[in-house]
Nanobody
Framework: QVQLVESGGGLVQAGGSLRLSCAASGGTFSFSDRAMAWFRQAPGKEREFVAAISWTGRTTVYADSVKGRFTISRDNAQNTVFLQMNSLKPEDTAAYYC?????????????????WGRGTQVYVSS
């Protein structure tokens, strides 16, 4: 079984920055074989796509709402994916979930991923 553990969430004021980390371990396939992504879910809202990165790390995809502010990256040697979040807004407040892809290719839908972390909470105050 694959375990994904997120960290780095917390409380930050609008305009500030946070960097989320997701450490992967276990599983049948290596970390570097799989696309990775971040999703988020705010109370009362559907889970939404945030960012994804291909297995090679050469392709990244972002939701329109975070383009220019968030950056996804990965360190395959450390089995870790990151989400650098800058210029945070109150609407970024949510639980952020790390997801491991069904394949090595990034996607924007939940069904493109079959392993999920427990989430880390981000709260952005106004």
């Amino acid at each position: 079984q694959v375990q994904l553990v997120e960290s780095g969430g917390g409380l930050v004021q609008a305009g500030g920055s946070l960097r989320l980390s997701c450490a992967a371990s276990g599983g049948t396939f290596s970390f570097s074989d799989r696309a990775m992504a971040w999703f988020r879910q705010a109370p009362g809202k559907e889970r939404e796509f945030v960012a994804a990165i291909s297995w090679t790390g050469r392709t990244t995809v972002y939701a329109d709402s975070v383009k220019g502010r968030f950056t996804i990256s990965r360190d395959n040697a450390q089995n870790t994916v990151f989400l650098q979040m800058n210029s945070l807004k109150p609407e970024d407040t949510a639980a952020y979930y790390c997801a491991g892809g069904v394949s090595g290719f990034s996607g924007k839908n939940s069904y493109d991923y079959d392993d999920w972390g427990r989430g880390t909470q981000v709260y952005v105050s106004s």
